[in-house]
């Protein structure tokens, strides 16, 4: 799935979540002085590192500095990333929770018909149980180069039973003027599943709104708004 903000516009492509706006990003090194010649050590484009509170991936431009993307994950709520800035630093593209859509935490996965279950539009723990969160690669030393981490958790029944064990693999590059983010997400069926056919479900993009804003949506076929849906 792929999101990219440029502006005021939204586009939704098929293969990759890219938030996008429009500044320049420069380049950091910093060198220390030897007694025979000088050495440069690049400083990492991009962190990514596990809260001491271990509920929390962290990924920063620069150690100390606000961060870009915040991953969530709680031992008894669904994993989602929030807040997620804009590339210029200039606002969120992320909104956790409105008072309209309680459901809606930031950039998330749910089925909203698993079994008969709807984890969409509840995050809550008795639908969810973390495994795990890891780094797996902490640090981006190029444009080319990403950072990396991952979350695993139990969707569970009614009973409190897991049915689906899924993970998310994230990969985040720092373009300067954009980010580029992939998923890749797993499923383990604990039990048989059946994805239930529904209107909307899957990936999901809560974006900030209120009335009156000036924006618009637009998807791979340059359909806008209403009929992009």
Known sequence: ISACLVGSE?????SL?????FILAGFFATTFPTCASSQQESVPLLTA???????HVIVERAPGTKPIVVQVALPDHRPFLHPVAAPDGKGLVTQYAPDHHKHQTGIFYGFTN??????????????????????IKPTALQPNEAVQWQTVYNLLDEKGETILQE???WTLRDLGDQYVMDLDWYGDAKVDVKIGKYDYGGLFVRMPWQEGSDARLVNSARETNGRAE
């Open 167 to 169: 993970s998310q693999l």
């Open 49 to 55: 590192r596990l809260a001491m509170d271990g509920n």
């Open 17 to 21: 979540l890219s938030i996008c706006t």
């Open 114 to 135: 698993l079994n008969g279950r709807d984890y969409f539009h509840h995050p809550e723990g008795s639908y969810w149980q973390r495994v795990s969160v890891n780094v």
């Open 10 to 14: 939204m586009c939704i492509r098929d």
